[in-house]
């Protein structure tokens, strides 16, 4: 089990990313270089979680490679999309793990495939909560049985977030809502890191191309309910610096140990 607790992080992780720039395909403009700041907070009743979390983070982005320095957990998540892998860098034990875009979708199968097994040795009670955790949204974005239907609908509402003017956009999963996103239509991230998710399979619905959206992720609120408990993710970017972003901020710290990620086979 906790083999495929790290898959799950990791492949958790990765959607979120994607949700908070998932609708940077959908316009033309100028794709920022820069950083922001921000902080995530979040609260759960699943079993095994802390009730509250808070997690500042610092993002760097250029295109082709993005950075996100989480401070309280001093650990780094690299993408370079120019190498088709991700690294994760943890500054306390000066060691990083590599996972390689390649192998991702075959590791997740594999995770799918064990839990099956894993199944079957499972009373029928405990057989219908783990189908009613697998039914779950995130489940199907992650590729279960159903692949679901993403579109956006504009709410017409508008306020300020962090000095920055902002439209709610609510994205919704098979006509419910999955997230709640406020945009400022300052700033454009690119489409890059999108098409990337979806080649490793870790993004099995398809994204409306006809839908008039323009923005920067300025606050996002993300709710799951897997079944075993609720968890409320909360994301809000407190500055935003467009600059120019030297190549070695996407680089690994030197004379760090590279440690293997153990995998479910």
């Known amino acids: 089990m906790k083999n495929q607790l790290k898959l799950t992080i990791l492949s958790v992780t990765i959607c979120l990313l994607l949700m908070g720039m998932s609708t940077s395909n959908l316009f033309a403009q100028k794709t920022f270089e820069g950083y922001w700041e921000s902080e995530t907070i979040t609260k759960s009743t699943m079993p095994g979680m802390p009730s509250s979390e808070i997690e500042t983070q610092k993002a760097f982005y250029k295109q082709g490679k993005m950075k996100i320095q ?5 650990s780094d998540i690299i993408l370079r999309l120019d190498k088709d ?9 000066k060691s990083y793990q590599e996972v390689r875009f390649e192998d991702v979708e075959k590791e997740v199968k594999a995770a799918k495939s064990k839990m099956a097994e894993e199944m079957k040795k499972m ?3 405990q057989q219908e909560m783990m189908k009613k955790m697998m039914g779950d949204k995130m489940g199907s974005m992650l590729g279960d ?3 679901p239907s993403i579109s956006f609908k504009k709410t017409g509402e508008t306020k300020t977030i962090s000095g920055f003017k902002c439209k709610q956009v609510m994205m919704m999963l098979d006509g419910d809502p999955f997230m709640e996103m406020w945009l400022t239509p300052d700033y454009n991230l690119g489409d890059e890191f999108l098409k990337v998710y979806q080649n490793m399979g870790l ?6 191309n006809d839908v008039d959206l323009k923005g920067f992720p300025i606050y996002t609120k993300m709710e ?5 408990g609720k968890m409320v993710t909360e994301t809000t970017v407190k500055k935003i610096v467009p600059t120019n972003v030297s190549n070695s901020e996407f680089e690994l710290p030197k004379g760090y140990k590279k440690i293997a990620i153990d995998m479910p086979h």
Do not use: C, I, R, Y
């Open 224 to 228: 799951m309910d897997t079944g075993m």
């Open 145 to 147: 049985a159903e692949t």
């Open 123 to 125: 009373s029928p009670e």
């Open 203 to 208: 993004l099995k619905g398809k994204l409306p």
């Open 85 to 93: 892998l991700s690294w994760t860098v943890d500054h306390a034990n």
């Open 70 to 74: 989480q401070f309280t957990e001093n």
